[in-house]
């Protein structure tokens, strides 16, 4: 893509980033790590003309396994030692579920925005975009984000690496 002076990195992060939630620290730390590589690197892409989306799926209950592949610590002195947040836990999913006030969240939402992200012409593209038909709300969290990182990029001298390189 350097070579060719043009491209997209499209990557998929979580809204989770912004929002953290209760009993999902891996998950949460595993998004988190690929958001902030995803961001700095396209700071350092966008001179080679290199575009970068980041796109932040809210929650997804159907169509996806968090709560029946989760894996728990094998020593049951580790999962005793936190019995006393036995009730929050159990009661997690039903939590998430209390988000979705506006009807079903199809999974197949975040392959079409893939879809419609890719098909965007090149300079148009958002660098941050969400999925989420929930209220996880990642929106006002991420212009929060955008409105700092100008303000610190603009004091710094690096408001030219906000923006893609027209080659």
């Known amino acids: 893509m350097r070579k060719q002076q043009r491209g997209l990195i499209l990557y998929v992060g979580s809204g989770i980033t912004n929002v953290t939630g209760p009993f999902m620290t891996p998950y949460v730390i595993g998004k988190a790590g690929l958001d902030a590589l995803a961001e700095n690197t396209a700071y350092e892409i966008s001179q080679f ?83 989420d038909y929930s209220d996880w709300l990642a929106e006002p969290g991420n212009s929060v984000r955008e409105t700092l990182t100008e303000r610190v990029f603009k004091i710094m001298g690096y408001s030219h690496l906000l923006k893609v390189k027209e080659q």
């Not at 209950?61 to 159990?90: C, Q, R």
């Open 49 to 131: 003309g290199i575009e970068t989306t980041i796109l932040m799926p809210g929650v997804f209950m159907e169509g996806t396994s968090h709560f029946e592949t989760a894996e728990f610590p094998k020593d049951t002195k580790v999962i005793d030692a936190y019995s006393k947040l036995d009730n929050d836990y159990n009661n997690y999913e039903q939590g998430l579920r209390n988000l979705f006030r506006f009807g079903p969240a199809p999974i197949q939402g975040v392959a079409d925005r893939i879809a419609e992200i890719v098909e965007i012409p090149e300079g148009q593209r958002p660098f941050r975009i969400t999925v």
